[in-house]
Structures are given as structure tokens and as C-alpha cells.
């Protein structure tokens, strides 16, 4: 069974950055496609970004494109959410993904348990 862990929320005011990171237990981004999702309370899950096997295609939703990137390490078996310019519609818990499917769908193959990101004004 693969873990995946999400590192690097927390509480930021509007206009700073966090870069969210996805460990992963075993080899397996060079095997999967990754992506981070967001819910915020009262909300569905919204896709936020996402990167394919080795890197080849990034897609970013429209919300936060121009201010997230997501990157991926291989070697290091993690996948990164850069956040720039955060505003507080950003707050929400962020899910780290991986799936056989581009971008990752549900049933994910592999999903981490989230991490808080909470942006004040």
C-alpha cells in the first residue's frame, strides 16, 4: 500500500506563498500521474493542478492559474504546489492525488489525507 503525504500548510496572510509538498511512501510518480485538489467547508472538491508521468504536461485550473505551479521530483518521489499570491478563497484543505488517469479522476488510485491552508486578509 502507498502513503502519501501532504507537508507545508498552514495560516498566510493574502498576497504571501507556501509551497505544498506530497511525499510518497514508495516509487510511484514515475509511475503515476499526480494532482492536488482543494475543499473548502461546504464545498465540493475542486481540481487545482496537475502534472503527468516525468513531467511532460502541467494542467492548472483557471482559478489559480498564474499563481500556483506544480512541479514534480522523481528521484525524490514527491510532487510540489507552488502558491503565489494567495488569496483567502484559496483556504481550503489540499489533497495530494495520484492516478493512472491524466488529469487524475476519482476513484483515485492513491490520495493523501490533506492539509490546511487558511489565507486572512
Known amino acids: 500500500q502507498v502513503q502519501l503525504v501532504e507537508s507545508g500548510g498552514g495560516l498566510v496572510q493574502a498576497g504571501g506563498s507556501l509551497r505544498l509538498s506530497c511525499a510518497a511512501s514508495r516509487r510511484i510518480f514515475s509511475l503515476y500521474h499526480a494532482g492536488w485538489f482543494r475543499q473548502a467547508p461546504g464545498k465540493e472538491r475542486e481540481f487545482v493542478a496537475a502534472?503527468?508521468?516525468?513531467?511532460?504536461?502541467?494542467v492548472v485550473a483557471d482559478s489559480v492559474k498564474g499563481r500556483f505551479t506544480i512541479s514534480g521530483d522523481d528521484a525524490k518521489n514527491a510532487v510540489y504546489l507552488q502558491m503565489n499570491s494567495l488569496k483567502p478563497e484559496d483556504t481550503a484543505v489540499y489533497y495530494c492525488?495520484?492516478?493512472?488517469?491524466?488529469?487524475?479522476?476519482?476513484?483515485?488510485?492513491?490520495w493523501g489525507q490533506g492539509i490546511q491552508v487558511t489565507v486572512s486578509s
Open positions: 502534472i503527468s508521468v516525468r513531467g511532460g504536461t502541467t
Open positions: 492525488t495520484a492516478d493512472s488517469t491524466f488529469p487524475p479522476k476519482e476513484p483515485y488510485a492513491y
